[in-house]
Nanobody, 129 residues
Framework: QLQLVESGGGLVQSGGHLRLSCQASGDTVDNQAIGWFRQAPGKEREMVSCIRSGDGSDYLPNSVQGRFSVSADSSKNIVYLQMNGLKPEDTAVYYC??????????????????????WGQGTQVTVSS
């Protein structure tokens, strides 16, 4: 059973950077499409990245392109979310999860959180202005 645990959140000033980690156990991340999502208070959960390290494919929505990047270290079974140029509107709880039934970063349901499972507990990111 795949388990995912996020870490690396914290408080950072606007313009700063953070690197979040999603540690996997129970299965290899190479076999998965791992999505990073965030949820701010009163808002819906939204995708900020997806990676399938087994074939090197990834996806980042326009809202974070140029500021965020996603990578994986297969030897450590970890997926990273590097966040640069952080803005106050990036403040949210960040989660990682694995796509169910279609382990690829593609398709029209790619960004739908209902397609994902094995959610971690989340890590809080707070960006001060």
């Amino acid at each position: 059973q795949l388990q995912l645990v996020e870490s690396g959140g914290g408080l950072v000033q606007s313009g700063g950077h953070l690197r979040l980690s999603c540690q996997a156990s129970g299965d290899t991340v190479d076999n998965q499409a791992i999505g990073w999502f965030r949820q701010a208070p009163g808002k819906e959960r939204e995708m900020v990245s997806c990676i399938r390290s087994g074939d090197g494919s990834d996806y980042l929505p326009n809202s974070v392109q140029g500021r965020f990047s996603v990578s994986a270290d297969s030897s450590k079974n970890i997926v990273y979310l590097q966040m640069n140029g952080l803005k106050p509107e990036d403040t949210a709880v960040y989660y990682c999860a694995a796509r169910v039934g279609f382990p690829y970063c593609a398709g029209h349901e790619l960004t739908d959180p209902r397609q994902y499972a094995n959610w971690g507990q989340g890590t809080q990111v707070t960006v001060s202005s």
